[in-house]
């Protein structure tokens, strides 16, 4: 279930990728596509009625079923990745509206045929 | 054993000690480039442990006849393109640095997410690096472009992890022998897509018209040539080696790649600026070996892709150096600029008429290999585009070419008198490494065999008949 | 080939010379009775050339005098290869081939000399006569083709000896009678006559290449006009009509061939030149092909 | 001297040439003279050679009769147009280059016709294409060499293919051993013939490849055209020689429909031949650039020699191979002697000339000689070659081949007296009066090719002769040829004889014209002007749209060029459509055409 709302909202992300002209929109739905993409690798890692792998007195039996504890810490690295894109794009952002005036692609292009 | 992780840490080292030593920047990324050039020939081929974890567990670097040319050929060019174009370096030493460190870290990992990590911190240093023209708009096309890309291949790796359990290449390779490959076409193109982005195969490559018609002598060259080879070698990795692709995704890559092949050689036709010829020129070269990589062809694809990446290497330098210096790179308005400036035209001229594939040049040979392969293969159709390809591409490169040696009106003699009087200087050192590398095409365009003993040697998978390095380290398990 | 066949080569020179250039002065009869004149005397055509061989005259340049000897010497050479009936000066060198590409050189020699006069006219008239040239050569090339195809020789007296003995119904003009009509047309074009005789055309440009010449060029040019008729005419005595078995049977033919061309010519008016090719690319090389395939498919008429 | 030092040397002298050029330009453009000529009198006396094999590098080499026969040709030309370089060498604008490029390719050419395996003969062939290519745009024309390096390449990619199709299926490369599989693969045999013989179409200059002759060579430097179109264009006839000879053509394609006797396939050809003689033919006409008049006539005689070479046979072959001697002389003379009159003149446009004759009489001379030749005149050698083919066509009865030949024979006559009448007769233009005559260095080649040009028409034994042993040893019976005798089928052709009657007719005709009273000279403007008067010897010359009403016939006519043009123009357009549909600066259609690419792939991959 939680993997089809996280397709949904990468979905989401990519509509606004699609229809947005506006730069920071464009980032902020760069961001929802990452988060329905991490939300999405951490499902993968889900295993119904597991517990969390980590050995404490409570539960250290090891025949109990564990959720898969990669994909947490793949989501780690991802969302520091993205965090770094985003702080990229937004430094651009800024950049381009200092050159161009502008945060619309749709003032700042028309310069396709150059 | 020396440990290949070095070829990564050091430049990573120096890239943090280069924030501190502001003014030893250039020293610190030279130094760097020369470390890795001799590393590489100190490090021997292996698996390698990374974190304690023994693979499939933990991350591992694999060091085969495969990565260790990739990373012999890309340390080098990128040592040589930071010298050739050393007054530029200083701004960007510390991206450099990091991107240095990303581009081994792609090439000599085992571990498929880790790839993913290397390729986001190799295209974060590729959007820095591209702002330096100013031109941001394409900088922001170029990181929305880069950051979708690798999100999907994120996606379609998370899928592979939840079906086989693992993340190493070997693992996974091994597991998929015994799966119908049938069913993860979907996992497979979402990676295939996210790599296309970086290697600019058609139609997922739309940043690479504005990055890399605007760069600059040192990162045009470094875009074209380090860049673009590192992703292709990575390509090549993945689809060629690990990943066992069902016959309908095999058609439908190869179908890309011919679209990119021919598409790009059209595109390069209907152009004149010097940069933009040799962009499309490479999306071209990059279609051509990605379908090669596909068809299951690796040692003639190394070839073609060496060819391809040190021919851009000495192009994109001259035609960055000309725009810069003559503010333009339109052919037209640069009639006979070679006239001034001979050692650099041969350079020039040399590079691509190996990139054509003429005899008497590298690239003949690499063509002949290809051709060779897919004919092997049964695959005429593929060949038939590939020399469709090389027409277009001879005729675009000869006529920019005869452009830019031989001044002259239609219908009057080629004089020094129409001579564009726009001035390029070249350096010292893009004179002598320009000249050096095209040298080395000629040379191991008359012979051969100097490249397959030399070179080569030390590769000797690459010669036998079905090369797939899973079988030779199986990736440290 | 000795001596004698030199000595030979200038009797029949002589001879060719002394019959046709009767021959045309009857013809020039002829005509005038066609056009209800009363006519020059039939050796008014000796009289001209001598007089005009005996005046005075001018010249441009080496190249305007070389010119008129090489065609001259070229149309002689030509003519010698010509066999009279069972006559010939040389023996193997009737190739029609051979015949028709040594008669271009006097052609070429007289465009040279005429063109290095440097007048225009003399320049126009050229370019016609070449124009001409390319009109009415091919269709009757291609006929010639066929027959050698057919007949395995391709020698003017080879054509000869293979009708003769079967009659008059044995002679190629009646066993290929489309062919006998493209060869007609055709000499038409050679010997320069109306329909298709623009290129000298009088009084439109001052007779083309004949403009500049007087005097020992003009009686030069007369001569050749006079060994060109008789190459021509006879290639189509060779080859259409049975040649001759002796020399009289072949001048018999021959002169009432000649006569009968020149009577067709006195009844036409003039044709401009691109007419004259489209008529030729039209009319005789339809018919040259349709000859040409009938022989080389069916063989009808072979034998 | 064995043949691998003969190739070294070659390519050794084209370096040492261009160091020596480094220092001084003249002597380098002499040393091209010398170099060539050694290199000449080496091949011509290293025939014992003939079967001798040996490797330089990977390539392999074997000397047969047809490629000694053929190097000597290429070599000839080569050494005599090597005698205008010094002239030119202040007008080029790469002299050292110029000289270097100029002795490669030859290098090249003679290792193209010695390699005995497929890829040496490949890589001579591009190494030819490519070190000609940077001649040619030295000339007048940039785009000549687009054009130039396009079409060869186009005919080298195809014949690439057949090389590397006919490797995969028997695993060699030698050129004898390479293609006798496909003696019992008609099917195959046929793709494997019609891709293999593009390359010698294109460089031949074959409908539809020709238009890159007459750009090329109308527009290269003057001291490379000859080269162009006497020597290179033979390159396509060895490839020609190459499809039918030792691909066995005739052989496989034993059971396919024949026309008169000819294999469909092979009859395809030589239809493309005799459209060549005639497109040839018809554009030579009407075109007002000497140097663009002798390449389509180049054309059109390519297309005598691709017809010769494809029939194969005792008469029509040998024909063909003396034709190609006959031409590469006669032509590269012709070229000769225009680059003399543009050495004075700077042009080579007829209607800006006029007169020449009276300053340049040895040029005209040898114009007069090499343009008899190549309209096939007696007593010049290309008389005997095409009579040898047009008796080969008679012999086979196909009328629509000889059709051409007799078109293009006669149409040659239109065009070669074009530039004689306009160019070199005619009035003299005032600002012509002070020209010098050519120079003593200019004049030794181009009078050794004429006097050649004569020589063979009347001896045509020492070159049949040769031609003969050529024809025995790829196994097909030789010419037969009986003192100065050649008998064939249908006739046969004595030369001397016919020379010596042509002596004759001259001789007597002189002795009248010297009997005659003498004549007066008078000035070239002392004429009949139907009683103008005209000062200006410029416009009192015919020499504009000489065969006007002629030329009217045929003005619409379609046009390869034109085609082409269109294409160029269509396919750029493809590029700028390729440009805006995937090249954006926006991301969001490349994001569009990521999800759409996806979708359907999901929707496709979904069911498999």
Redesign the interface.
């Known amino acids: 279930m939680i993997q089809y709302v996280s397709i949904v909202l990468?979905l989401i992300g990519?509509y606004g990728?699609?229809?947005?002209r506006n730069?920071i929109k464009?980032i902020v739905a760069?961001n929802i596509?990452?988060v329905g993409?991490n939300i999405?690798?951490v499902s993968?890692g889900f295993v119904s009625g597991g517990v969390a792998p980590i050995l404490t007195s409570v539960n250290s039996n090891s025949a109990l079923i564990y959720v898969?504890p990669?994909?947490q810490a793949?989501v780690l690295?991802?969302i520091v990745?993205?965090l770094?894109?985003t702080a990229?794009?937004l430094a651009?952002?800024r950049?381009?509206y200092n050159?161009?005036n502008s945060l619309d692609?749709d003032e700042?292009?028309g310069?396709?045929n150059d | 054993m020396t440990n290949p992780v070095l070829l990564i840490v050091v430049p990573l080292l120096l890239a943090f000690l280069s924030v501190a030593l502001k003014n030893n920047k250039k020293q610190l990324l030279f130094i760097a480039a020369v470390f890795n050039v001799v590393g590489v020939f100190i490090i021997e081929n292996g698996s390698y442990v990374i974190g304690g974890f023994r693979a499939p567990y933990g991350i591992n670097l694999n060091l085969d006849a495969y990565s260790h040319l990739a990373v012999l050929v890309i340390n080098i060019l990128f040592l040589l393109i930071i010298t050739m174009s050393n007054e530029k370096t200083k701004e960007f030493s510390t991206v450099l640095l990091v991107a240095l460190a990303g581009l081994n870290g792609m090439l000599l990992t085992g571990d498929l997410f880790n790839l993913f990590v290397f390729l986001e911190i190799v295209s974060i240093t590729g959007y820095i690096l591209s702002t330096e023209s100013k031109k941001y708009k394409y900088s922001f096309n170029y990181l929305i472009l880069g950051t979708i890309g690798s999100g999907l291949y994120l996606f379609g790796l998370i899928i592979l992890y939840a079906i086989f359990g693992s993340l190493n290449m070997a693992d996974i390779s091994f597991k998929m022998l015994s799966y119908d490959t049938g069913k993860l076409v979907v996992p497979i193109f979402l990676m295939f897509i996210g790599l296309a982005v970086e290697a600019k195969l058609i139609p997922f490559n739309g940043w690479v018209r504005g990055v890399y018609g605007n760069a600059n002598s040192l990162i045009g060259s470094l875009f074209a040539s380090v860049y673009a080879g590192t992703i292709l070698f990575v390509f090549g990795r993945v689809f060629g080696q690990v990943l066992v692709l069902s016959e309908y995704l095999v058609a439908v890559f190869v179908a890309i790649g011919v679209i990119t092949l021919i598409a790009g050689e059209v595109a390069a036709f209907s152009k004149n600026k010097i940069r933009e010829i040799l962009l499309f020129s490479s999306i071209a070269q990059s279609g051509l070996v990605a379908l090669l990589f596909v068809t299951g062809l690796i040692f003639p694809t190394v070839l073609q892709l060496l060819n391809n990446i040190i021919t851009k290497a000495v192009m994109f330098t001259i035609a960055g150096k000309i725009s810069d210096d003559a503010d333009t790179d339109e052919a037209d308005k640069l009639k006979g600029i070679f006239a001034n400036n001979k050692i650099i035209g041969v350079s020039f001229t040399v590079s691509a008429l190996s990139l054509i594939g003429l005899p008497l040049f590298y690239g003949f040979y690499s063509k002949i290999n290809l051709l060779l392969g897919l004919f092997s293969k049964i695959n005429y159709f593929v060949a038939a585009f590939i020399l469709l390809a090389t027409i277009i591409e001879g005729a675009y490169f000869i006529r920019l070419l005869v452009k830019l040696w031989t001044p002259g009106e239609e219908g009057k003699e080629s004089n020094i008198k129409f001579v564009t009087d726009r001035k390029v200087e070249f350096d010292f050192n893009k004179k002598v490494i320009a000249f050096m590398l095209s040298l080395i095409i000629l040379l191991a365009g008359i012979s051969p065999s100097l490249v397959k003993t030399n070179l080569f040697a030390m590769n000797k998978l690459l010669n036998e008949e079905n090369p797939s390095y899973m079988f030779e380290l199986k990736g440290g398990m | 080939m000795n001596i004698m066949n030199f000595i030979y080569a200038f009797l029949l020179l002589v001879f060719v010379f002394l019959f046709q250039t009767s021959i045309t002065g009857i013809n020039r009869k002829v005509m005038a009775r066609l056009q209800r004149r009363r006519g020059p005397k039939w050796y008014q055509q000796f009289i001209d050339i001598f007089k005009a061989m005996s005046k005075s005259s001018t010249t441009h340049g080496w190249i305007f005098d070389f010119g008129v000897i090489m065609a001259l010497g070229g149309i002689m050479a030509t003519t010698i290869l010509i066999p009279i009936g069972p006559f010939k000066a040389f023996a193997d060198v009737d190739n029609i081939f051979i015949v028709s590409y040594l008669l271009a050189v006097g052609m070429l020699g007289m465009a040279m000399s005429a063109s290095g006069s440097g007048n225009p006219w003399a320049s126009i008239g050229v370019s016609r006569a070449l124009t001409n040239m390319l009109a009415y050569d091919v269709p009757f090339m291609v006929l010639i083709v066929s027959f050698i195809y057919a007949f395995k020789t391709s020698s003017l007296s080879g054509f000869a000896a293979l009708q003769q003995g079967a009659g008059i119904l044995g002679w190629n003009f009646f066993r290929f009678p489309l062919g006998g009509i493209v060869a007609l047309i055709c000499l038409q074009g050679m010997l320069g006559k109306k329909p298709f005789d623009s290129f000298i055309a009088p009084a439109e440009i001052a007779s083309g290449p004949m403009v500049e010449y007087g005097g020992r060029h003009l009686g030069m040019l007369f001569l050749l006009h006079e060994f060109s008729t008789f190459i021509e005419v006879s290639i189509i005595v060779h080859i259409f009509f049975g040649g001759g078995a002796t020399p009289l049977e072949f001048m018999v033919k021959y002169a009432l061939l000649y006569t009968f061309m020149n009577i067709i010519s006195g009844v036409f008016p003039r044709f401009k030149i691109d007419q004259a090719v489209k008529f030729y690319y039209k009319v005789p090389l339809a018919l040259a092909f349709i000859q040409g395939l009938i022989i080389i498919f069916t063989g009808l008429g072979v034998s | 001297m064995d043949f691998n030092a003969l190739i070294l040397f070659m390519v050794f002298s084209a370096v040492l040439s261009y160091l020596v050029s480094k220092s001084n330009i003249k002597l380098g453009a002499y040393s091209t003279i010398l170099f060539s000529l050694i290199s000449l009198i080496i091949l011509f006396l290293g025939r014992n050679n003939i079967g001798n094999e040996f490797s330089l590098l990977y390539m392999n080499f074997r000397v047969t009769a047809i490629g000694w026969y053929f190097s000597l040709i290429m070599i000839l030309i080569y050494s005599m147009t090597a005698f205008f370089n010094p002239y030119w060498m202040e007008k080029i604008l790469y002299p050292s280059s110029y000289n270097f490029l100029y002795l490669f390719s030859l290098a090249a050419t003679v290792g193209l016709f010695f390699a005995a395996d497929l890829i040496t003969l490949f890589i001579f062939w591009e190494v030819v294409v490519w070190s000609s290519t940077f001649i040619v745009p030295l000339g007048k024309s940039r785009k000549a060499a687009v054009v130039y390096f396009t079409i060869s390449s186009i005919g080298s990619m195809a014949t690439l293919f057949a090389i590397m199709f006919v490797y995969s299926k028997s695993g060699t490369f030698d050129i004898n051993e390479a293609f006798k599989f496909l003696a019992s693969e008609p099917l195959t045999a046929t793709f494997v013939f019609f891709t293999f013989i593009t390359a010698g179409l294109t460089k031949i200059g074959i409908f539809p490849f020709h238009i890159w002759l007459p750009l090329a060579h109308g527009n290269a430097p003057h001291t490379f055209s000859p080269v162009l179109s006497g020597g290179l264009v033979k390159m396509g006839a060895f490839i020609a020689y190459l499809s039918v000879g030792i691909l066995p053509a005739y052989k496989a394609f034993s059971t396919s429909m024949t026309i008169m006797g000819i294999p469909f396939q092979i009859y395809l050809l030589m239809v493309l031949g005799a459209i060549s003689i005639v497109v040839g033919t018809l554009m030579a006409i009407k075109q007002d650039d000497v140097k663009k008049l002798i390449a389509y006539s180049s054309v059109a005689n390519g297309g005598y020699i691709l017809i010769g070479i494809l029939m194969m046979d005792q008469v029509t072959f040998a024909g063909s191979l003396m034709h190609i001697f006959n031409h590469a002389i006669a032509s590269a003379a012709a070229f000769l002697t225009i680059a003399a009159i543009a050495h004075r003149t700077k042009t080579t446009k007829i209607s800006e000339l006029g007169g020449m004759i009276h300053k340049m009489p040895v040029s005209y001379v040898v114009y007069l000689i090499s343009i008899i030749s190549l309209a096939g005149i007696p007593p010049m050698g290309g008389f005997v070659s095409k009579w040898l083919i047009v008796q080969g066509l008679a012999s086979k009865g196909l009328i629509f081949i000889a059709f051409a030949a007799f078109f293009g024979s006669i149409g040659s006559f239109l065009y070669v007296f074009r530039p004689l009448a306009g160019l070199f007769l005619g009035q003299l233009a005032p600002k012509y009066e002070n020209i010098k005559p050519s120079t003593l260095v200019m004049k030794i080649p181009m009078v050794i090719l004429a006097s050649m040009s004569v020589f063979f028409g009347i001896f045509p034994k020492y070159l049949l002769e040769t031609i003969g042993e050529i024809q025995t040893s790829i196994g097909i019976d030789p010419i037969m040829i009986n003192g100065d005798t050649i008998t064939t089928i249908n006739g046969v052709l004595n030369t001397n004889k016919v020379a010596a009657i042509f002596g004759f007719g001259f001789v007597i005709s002189l002795m009248i014209f010297l009997v005659l009273p003498k004549s007066r000279k008078v000035g070239l403007m002392d004429t009949y002007t139907s009683a103008e008067f005209i000062y200006t010897p410029e416009l009192y010359h015919y020499a504009n749209s000489f065969y006007a009403p002629f030329e009217r016939l045929y003005k619409n006519h379609p046009s390869v060029e034109k085609f082409l043009g269109k294409f160029a123009v269509k396919t750029e357009e493809l590029g700028i459509l390729v440009n805006s549909l995937f090249f954006s600066h926006k991301p969001s259609v490349t994001v569009l055409w990521v999800m759409a690419i996806a979708t359907l792939i999901f929707l496709g991959g979904v069911d498999i």
């Open positions: 990468m990519i990728l699609l229809i947005d730069i464009i760069l596509f990452e993409l999405f690798i993968v898969d990669l994909p793949l690295t991802s990745i993205g770094g894109t990229l794009a651009i952002a950049k381009m050159a161009y692609l700042i292009g310069m396709d």
